[in-house]
């Protein structure tokens, strides 16, 4: 049985917590910046924990992270 690849395309966007659960960054902070508020660029900075619906996806194109 070959061995199964991990998606390094996902393997960059999330990591896994000392728990397992998947983390990932916010979307919405690359550009257009200046009409966004202080308040909300700041709160895009956060990692936060991947929705329960998709982790079965992830896990199964990361198998080893």
């Known amino acids: 049985m070959p061995s199964m690849k991990t998606s390094r395309s996902a393997?960059?966007?999330?990591?896994?917590?000392?728990t397992g659960k998947l983390t990932r960054f916010k979307a919405n902070k690359r550009h257009i910046l200046t009409k966004k508020s202080t308040k909300r660029k700041r709160n895009l900075r956060k990692s936060i924990a991947v929705d329960k619906t998709n982790v079965k996806?992830?896990?199964?194109?990361?198998p080893y992270i």
């Open 11 to 18: 393997a960059k966007r999330f990591k896994v917590t000392g």
């Open 57 to 62: 996806n992830m896990k199964k194109i990361m």
